[in-house]
């Protein structure tokens, strides 16, 4: 949430009329992806007593909890780093963002907030629901979902700094690609770890 209020600032930076709402929807989809994560966080303590990883893949180990139980729980969570990582459908406040944020602040966008949002849902993979097939299937759906709709709102576009949103968009799929296949091996795979 601390990168919420700082990047509102990057995008907002000039005041002018496109950069406030841009600004706008970037806050409104934080929050709300925010409120949804927090949400799933109250519901993972309620079901299992603890929020820290060790004991989840304790208690998943010690066949206490089913992943599948938690499944609904992990997606609560992974909306709001799902939202900041700019996946397919929250995806709406990049291409809207960018243009408007003097370049650095795009360049940080790109290639920072992006990447942290990308990593919350890769630790939740890891954590809560690391060989669940269900699970990497939708990260794999959403994955090539992001990952077209990215390129193909790159391929339209014709001012550079919403090129860079849409490419960047299209980039996160290819992880997140990545970060299903991982689920699907069971982390088993190098090579999709890697990738």
Not at 6 to 20: C, G, I, N
Not at 29 to 54: D, N, P, R
Not at 81 to 108: C, D, E, N, T, Y
Request: glycine share 10%; aromatic share 8%.
């Amino acid at each position: 949430e601390l990168m919420s209020m700082t990047s509102y600032v990057w995008v907002a930076h000039d005041e002018k009329p496109a950069a406030l709402r841009a600004a706008e929807t970037y806050m409104a989809v934080a929050v709300i992806s925010g409120m949804v994560t927090l949400m799933g966080l109250f519901m993972l303590y309620s079901k299992i007593g603890t929020l820290e990883f060790v004991g989840i893949r304790s208690l998943i180990a010690a066949g206490r909890v089913k992943p599948g139980d938690l499944r609904l729980i992990a997606a609560l969570i992974a909306v709001g780093f799902a939202a900041k990582a700019g996946v397919f459908p929250l995806h709406i406040w990049l291409p809207k963002a960018h243009p408007v944020a003097p370049a650095p602040a795009s360049a940080l966008l790109s290639g920072i907030l992006t990447k942290t949002g990308l990593f919350g849902l890769l630790v939740i993979a890891a954590n809560m629901l690391p060989a669940d097939a269900a699970w990497g299937n939708a990260m794999l759906i959403f994955g090539v979902i992001t990952m077209f709709v990215g390129a193909l709102l790159a391929l339209f576009s014709v001012d550079l700094k919403r090129t860079l949103a849409c490419s960047s968009m299209s980039q996160i799929g290819f992880i997140l690609v990545g970060v299903g296949m991982a689920v699907l091996s069971g982390f088993e795979s190098g090579a999709a770890v890697h990738g």
